[in-house]
């Protein structure tokens, strides 16, 4: 099993910046994708970006495209979203996952983080 704990989230205001990081226990096939999701009160967990350990391919949800930014330490096995220009619709708590797989698909994600909340004031 792999333990995936998140770190970095708080209360900041429209506008400014966060970086979450995701430290993972091991790597193994069943981490060959780090994503982030999010859950925002009474919603559904969404995808929000995701990374290979191997390829370094990245993907984006839209919501995400030109403010945040997914990436990866392999040598400390760490995973960081850095979150620009926040917005009050940011707010949610923030999830690392791992898959054997990449995908936006928060099924296929058998490992989880416990979630860092990020709030954003306006």
């Known amino acids: 099993q792999v333990q995936l704990v998140e770190s970095g989230g708080g209360l900041v205001q429209a506008g400014d910046s966060l970086r979450l990081s995701c430290a993972a226990s091991?790597?193994?096939?069943?981490?060959?994708?780090m994503a982030w999701f999010r859950q925002a009160p009474g919603k559904e967990r969404e995808f929000v970006a995701l990374i290979t350990w191997s390829e370094d391919s990245t993907y984006l949800a839209n919501f995400a495209k030109g403010r945040f930014t997914i990436s990866r330490d392999n040598a400390k096995k760490m995973v960081y979203l850095q979150m620009n220009d926040l917005k009050p619709e940011d707010t949610a708590v923030y999830y690392c996952a791992a898959a054997g797989m990449a995908t936006t698909a928060a099924k296929f994600y058998s490992s989880w983080g416990q979630g860092t909340q990020v709030t954003v004031s306006s």
């Open positions: 091991v790597r193994t096939s069943s981490t060959y994708a």
